[in-house]
């Protein structure tokens, strides 16, 4: 055979990818791995667009929900579908009760699925007579978004905190409330307090007793200790400066709240209006509470 032709030939056979002068593999172009190449590189791209996808809907932070009425034992709750993110199936509302005696909690919540043509939810099982507000988040089957800031205060607002504008004194008081099933106002919370606040201010008030003593009104003790009337634990206070928080004496045993939302001690033989809070399913006994606090002796 013509050895040159052969070698001729050879030419335009592609190298097995061995090269004989430094004993290594060499990666040839060819339209395989092109095409390999392209798939691959698409399938990053689709993969991390999809993680993006992913961190940006966890990440996203809803309007808060409306409430749009009130019944006795739920709610009915609203989102905007325009601040709905796109890929949303189910929708989570959760519950927060105002002044808990153990503490502003949410209740585990509700889980609805979601269809932006009815936008609004009824929220079940709310105790009768309480502060409750609402949160939101949304969820894309795989994950939820960050929960939304919490809406308005909502149930039985008005049923539940009373302003009772015949001046008595703090024990008069007291015992007024229990007697109609409530308490003087036991405030946990800066919210509750502003609303307080914003109830005595429509009203023109200009201070009110609320449910908080000193327990030492009555002993040889130096100093105070403050309790609520129907238990809950002294976690928040909001005293003016001025007030007489730490000397315990009668004539400032006694706690209302101003027109600014600021506490002052007061005796507690000074004729004021007063809030009545509505007591909790759970709350102790009218005997027991009617005994509580500040007693005038018979």
């Known amino acids: 055979a013509d050895s040159s032709a052969f070698e001729k030939n050879s030419a335009l056979v592609p190298s097995s990818g061995i090269n004989a002068e430094y004993g290594d593999t060499t990666q040839h172009c060819s339209l395989p791995n092109i095409f390999v190449n392209m798939l691959l590189a698409a399938f990053s791209v689709l993969l991390v667009g999809t993680y993006a996808a992913a961190v940006e809907f966890s990440a996203y932070k809803p309007d808060a929900p409306v409430i749009i009425a009130e019944y006795s ?3 009915q709750i609203s989102i905007d579908p325009a ?5 949303t199936v189910s929708v989570y509302l959760q519950a927060m009760e105002i002044a808990d005696l153990t503490g502003n909690i949410e209740g585990v919540g509700y889980v609805f699925g979601y269809n932006a043509a009815v936008p609004t939810f009824y929220y079940p099982q709310l105790d009768e007579g309480k502060f409750f507000e609402y ?3 949304f969820g894309n089957g795989e994950s939820y978004s960050d929960f939304s800031d919490q809406s308005g205060y909502s149930h039985a607002d008005a049923s539940r905190i009373e302003l009772e504008e ?8 007291k015992e007024f ?4 099933g409530k308490h003087l106002a036991s405030i946990n919370s800066q919210k509750l307090n502003d609303k307080i606040e914003a109830l005595l201010s429509e009203q023109g008030g200009e201070n009110a007793w609320i ?8 002993d040889d003790s130096a100093s105070t200790t403050w309790k609520w009337i129907d238990g809950s634990k002294f976690k928040f206070d909001n005293f003016e400066k001025g007030a007489s928080v730490e000397a315990s004496t009668l004539d400032s045993s006694a706690v209302a709240i101003n027109n600014m939302g600021e506490w002052e001690t007061h005796s507690p033989d000074e004729k004021k209006v007063f809030f009545c809070i509505g007591t909790k399913a759970e709350s102790i006994s009218k005997a027991e509470e009617s005994a509580r606090g500040i007693v005038v002796e018979a």
């Open 73 to 75: 034992h739920s709610a």
């Open 83 to 87: 601040n709905v993110p796109e890929g």
């Open 135 to 137: 949160r939101v988040r």
């Open 166 to 173: 015949i001046a008595r004194s703090w024990v008069e008081a």
């Open 177 to 180: 409330c229990v007697l109609n």
């Open 211 to 218: 449910g908080l003593y000193d327990d030492h009104y009555n």
